[in-house]
């Protein structure tokens, strides 16, 4: 065994011999169990998986609507092959006999642990100084229970990319402005489609614990979390400039994650449903670059052979934390399950799981 291995094995307590078989094993073992737990089992796939993984899932989709579907289900296991957040969010909207799986539990979001409760905890109490009480906070659906929690008890709401224009809307109708969690380019991006200036919108840097702003403070209206997305970061202006000069009739749809830059010089800019629905729509032979998670593109260029796609960052890899659930970290949980062993159990706790339905539901 080697020393990678060994300290892989102690850091996960997966057994090395899931990494050490073959793929085809792996495939044999996996197609086994998954048969041999039949209806006890539900697994969910988010878009971004590896095919290795979304070959095994009942259903495929976005975080939020995996975590409803995972709330309509009577299996007695949920694996989620997404990651911590997500995971999280299906435990809340499952019945407490039910077991939600995460297969890797090292299989994070960059961008949820942007905003910690601490952190968060602390702003609230200086943003109050500062403005009084004519905040409402919003977070986006991928950050954690607890902050989930802390927008519920303080009167705000969940959010995802297909639906942050009327949550944003509806934010500004409760109080005079809005605290946006933790992706400052959702945030931005959303509030501009909605005749927000940008000049009216500050920054919470969670880190130096300071407000950044270009205006008085009386005129903010939307105050954005310095977060973001580690994948939708890499998808850079320069990238649309040289396809606008080499490639003019290629369409550039790119994810709301993006910079503002980025959306505002693209064709197209929706959620990960909305790009998977404008492929499907689109005309047989045009062109398109998109702005999005690698495997999700790899997967749209396999589906859609009458389309000529590509990805807008030429270099572009995998969300390296999505790709922390492989086909061994997936057989193993299966297996495990075979054997009576429930692993990577993901349970919130009671009241943070309460407070977190209460964001979640004023949403749906």
Same mark, same amino acid.
């Given at each position: 065994? +080697?020393?990678?291995?060994?300290?892989?094995?102690?850091a996960?307590?997966m057994? !090395?011999?899931?990494?050490?078989? /073959?793929?085809?094993?792996?495939?044999?073992?996996?197609?086994?169990?998954?048969?041999?737990?039949?209806?006890?089992?539900?697994?969910l796939?988010?878009?971004?998986?590896?095919?290795?993984?979304?070959?095994?899932?009942?259903? +495929?989709?976005?975080?939020?609507?995996?975590s409803?579907?995972?709330?309509?289900?009577?299996?007695?296991?949920?694996i989620?092959?997404?990651?911590?957040?997500?995971?999280e +969010?299906?435990?809340?909207?499952?019945?407490?006999?039910?077991?939600?799986?995460?297969?890797?539990?090292?299989?994070?979001?960059?961008?949820?642990?942007?905003?910690?409760?601490?952190? +968060?905890?602390?702003a609230?109490?200086?943003?109050?100084?500062f403005?009084?009480?004519?905040?409402?906070?919003?977070?986006?659906?991928?950050?954690?229970?607890?902050?989930?929690?802390?927008?519920?008890?303080?009167g705000?709401?969940?959010?995802?990319?297909?639906?942050?224009?009327?949550?944003?809307?509806?934010?500004?109708?409760?109080?005079?402005?809005?605290?946006?969690?933790?992706?400052?380019?959702?945030?931005?991006?959303?509030?501009?489609?909605?005749?927000?200036?940008?000049?009216?919108?500050?920054?919470?840097?969670?880190?130096?614990?300071?407000?950044?702003?270009?205006?008085?403070?009386?005129?903010?209206?939307?105050?954005?979390?310095?977060?973001?997305?580690?994948?939708h970061?890499?998808f850079?202006?320069?990238?649309?400039?040289?396809?606008?000069?080499?490639?003019?009739?290629?369409h550039?749809?790119?994810?709301?994650e993006?910079?503002?830059?980025?959306?505002?010089?693209?064709d197209?800019?929706?959620? /990960?449903?909305y790009?998977?629905?404008?492929?499907? !729509?689109?005309?047989?032979?045009?062109?398109?670059?998109?702005?999005?998670?690698m495997?999700?593109?790899?997967?749209?260029?396999?589906?859609?052979?009458?389309?000529?796609?590509?990805?807008?960052?030429?270099?572009?890899?995998?969300?390296?934390?999505?790709?922390?659930i492989?086909?061994?970290?997936?057989?193993?949980?299966?297996?495990?399950l075979?054997?009576?062993?429930?692993?990577?159990?993901?349970?919130?706790?009671?009241?943070?799981?309460?407070?977190?339905?209460?964001a979640?539901?004023?949403?749906?």
């Open positions: 065994m +080697t020393l990678f291995l060994k300290e892989l094995q102690q996960e307590g057994p !090395a011999s899931y990494l050490q078989a /073959t793929t085809e094993e792996l495939h044999a073992r996996a197609k086994h169990a998954r048969a041999k737990l039949g209806d006890r089992l539900y697994i796939g988010h878009h971004y998986q590896k095919d290795e993984v979304i070959r095994y899932a009942d259903v +495929t989709g976005d975080s939020l609507q995996l409803q579907i995972a709330g309509q289900q009577t299996a007695d296991y949920i989620f092959c997404g990651v911590h957040f997500m995971a +969010t299906a435990d809340i909207l499952t019945n407490s006999d039910q077991a939600v799986i995460l297969p890797d539990m090292r299989a994070g979001c960059s961008m949820a642990d942007m905003a910690n409760i601490d952190q +968060t905890e602390r609230w109490v200086q943003l109050q100084e403005f009084g009480d004519t905040i409402v906070p919003l977070t986006y659906v991928n950050s954690t229970a607890a902050i989930k929690a802390f927008v519920g008890r303080n705000g709401a969940t959010v995802t990319s297909s639906n942050a224009e009327p949550m944003v809307r509806w934010a500004l109708t409760q109080k005079q402005r809005m605290l946006f969690l933790p992706d400052q380019h959702l945030g931005r991006n959303t509030a501009v489609k909605l005749g927000i200036p940008l000049e009216q919108m500050a920054i919470w840097d969670p880190i130096k614990q300071k407000l950044e702003a270009q205006c008085p403070l009386e005129d903010i209206q939307v105050i954005l979390w310095k977060g973001h997305c580690s994948v970061m890499n850079l202006p320069k990238h649309i400039d040289n396809l606008r000069q080499n490639e003019p009739d290629r550039i749809l790119v994810h709301p993006c910079t503002y830059e980025v959306v505002s010089q693209s197209f800019a929706g959620s /990960t449903k790009i998977i629905d404008m492929i499907r !729509a689109a005309e047989p032979g045009s062109k398109w670059a998109i702005g999005t998670e495997n999700l593109v790899n997967r749209l260029i396999a589906d859609h052979p009458d389309l000529d796609i590509v990805s807008l960052n030429p270099f572009m890899c995998p969300c390296l934390t999505m790709n922390r492989d086909l061994p970290h997936l057989t193993w949980a299966l297996e495990e075979v054997n009576g062993r429930v692993i990577n159990r993901i349970q919130v706790e009671a009241q943070t799981a309460i407070e977190a339905k209460l979640l539901e004023k949403m749906m």
